[in-house]
């Protein structure tokens, strides 16, 4: 199962308007603040060994927890996949919803319990973070920049995985999917 080029269209639009509600113009995205002009709150928790991170919607407000002990970048791209969560998957009907974001290895051993609705939301949330964190404007301004113009592409991936504060395994992931949408 893999995301339509429409899917990415769309987060893209999304991503665009968030970041220009929050007046956020250039790299590093601060999650902290899209999630504010989301209404949303983001708080630390301690979430055990296996839980990235949670989001709660109650009475239409969204409240974000990430796990404490992890690396901040990794904190972030959590956040921000619970951001992903709330903008495409809170059903409104519902007074009350729970989402629970375990890792990703942990994940994959327990596959079997996920439903392929699930599972797919948990890669659009996935993309939707990506989008968010690296946001295609910014990625194109930065490396029009003269001092990434002589880098390798591994070179500059790692390079513009600092400006973004992102992983390069995140910013690889997605140049790759930028890439296969960016002109579809
Ligand atoms: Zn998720």
Redesign the pocket.
């Given at each position: 199962m893999s995301l339509t080029s429409s899917f990415y269209i769309k987060i893209e639009q999304q991503v665009s308007e968030l970041l220009r509600e929050a007046k956020i113009t250039q790299a590093p995205v601060s999650v902290e603040h899209i999630a504010k002009t989301m209404g949303a709150a983001v708080v630390p928790y301690e979430l055990g060994d296996e839980v990235s991170?949670v989001?709660v919607v109650e009475e239409h407000k969204g409240t974000i927890g990430y796990n404490s002990t992890h690396p901040k970048n990794r904190q972030r791209f959590t956040i921000a996949?619970?951001l992903?969560?709330l903008v495409l998957h809170v059903n409104k009907n519902k007074p009350k919803e729970l989402?629970?974001?375990k890792d990703f290895i942990v994940k994959w051993r327990y596959n079997k319990i996920y439903s392929p609705k699930e599972f797919q939301?948990?890669q659009e949330?996935?993309a939707f973070a990506a989008a968010l964190l690296m946001p295609k404007e910014f990625l194109i301004n930065e490396m029009q920049k003269e001092k990434f113009s002589e880098l390798t592409e591994t070179r500059l991936i790692e390079e513009l995985a600092k400006v973004f504060n992102v992983s390069i395994q995140a910013m690889t992931y997605r140049f790759a999917d930028l890439n296969k949408f960016a002109y579809a």
């Amino acid at each position: 199962m893999s995301l339509t080029s429409s899917f990415y269209i769309k987060i893209e639009q999304q991503v665009s308007e968030l970041l220009r509600e929050a007046k956020i113009t250039q790299a590093p995205v601060s999650v902290e603040h899209i999630a504010k002009t989301m209404g949303a709150a983001v708080v630390p928790y301690e979430l055990g060994d296996e839980v990235s991170g949670v989001l709660v919607v109650e009475e239409h407000k969204g409240t974000i927890g990430y796990n404490s002990t992890h690396p901040k970048n990794r904190q972030r791209f959590t956040i921000a996949h619970e951001l992903g969560h709330l903008v495409l998957h809170v059903n409104k009907n519902k007074p009350k919803e729970l989402f629970v974001d375990k890792d990703f290895i942990v994940k994959w051993r327990y596959n079997k319990i996920y439903s392929p609705k699930e599972f797919q939301h948990e890669q659009e949330a996935n993309a939707f973070a990506a989008a968010l964190l690296m946001p295609k404007e910014f990625l194109i301004n930065e490396m029009q920049k003269e001092k990434f113009s002589e880098l390798t592409e591994t070179r500059l991936i790692e390079e513009l995985a600092k400006v973004f504060n992102v992983s390069i395994q995140a910013m690889t992931y997605r140049f790759a999917d930028l890439n296969k949408f960016a002109y579809a």
